[in-house]
């Protein structure tokens, strides 16, 4: 059983990141620098991919361009081509994208930590402290900070999430 004093300070540490979190986005918001950025070097190869998804005939006579546009996965580029010819507007389908997998991140971390300490106060508290932006891997940004939308973005955003399914359905069996 946990103490009345015990549920006062975990009650004020959530208070104080959910503040924060709101606190960052705030700022973020009133200084314009809440919109999709290009946050790493081979954007311009998922972007120009997407643009030759909507309108096939771009780069019919690149053949350096044909090259690459064989090597990345495209997946991922038809899935954010179809989102931006829904919005009609690259920004929003990108925006779109990095909140859903924040989303999906977030939720993954909860459940992780809820189920290795047994307890929705640390589930709570562990996706929290997951939901400020830090730069994770090869400039993937998670949290409040909106950065590219990668494949790896797509695979990073899951990794919680599998692992807790992982844990839950096939090590306790």
Do not use: C
Not at 31 to 49: E, L, N, Q
Not at 92 to 106: D, G, K, S
Not at 119 to 148: E, P
Request: proline share 2%; aromatic share 22%.
């Amino acid at each position: 059983m946990i103490s009345k004093k015990t549920k006062k300070e975990l009650l004020l540490i959530i208070s104080f990141l959910i503040f924060s979190i709101v606190f960052v986005t705030t700022v973020k918001i009133l200084t314009g620098s809440f919109t999709y950025t290009f946050g790493s070097s081979d954007m311009h190869i998922y972007t120009a991919a997407q643009m030759k998804i909507l309108e096939p005939e771009l780069f019919e006579n690149d053949v350096y361009f044909s090259e690459i546009f064989k090597t990345y996965p495209n997946t991922v580029n038809y899935f954010l081509a179809f989102l931006i010819n829904l919005f009609g507007n690259m920004n929003m389908a990108y925006i779109f994208v990095n909140y859903l997998l924040f989303i999906i991140f977030w939720l993954g971390n909860y459940q992780l930590a809820k189920y290795i300490f047994r307890s929705k106060t640390t589930g709570i508290i562990f996706a929290l402290l997951s939901a400020f932006g830090t730069k994770a891997l090869f400039g993937t940004y998670w949290g409040i900070i909106l950065g590219q939308v990668s494949t790896r973005d797509f695979v990073t955003a899951f990794v919680p999430l599998l692992l807790y399914y992982y844990l839950k359905y096939y090590k306790d069996k």
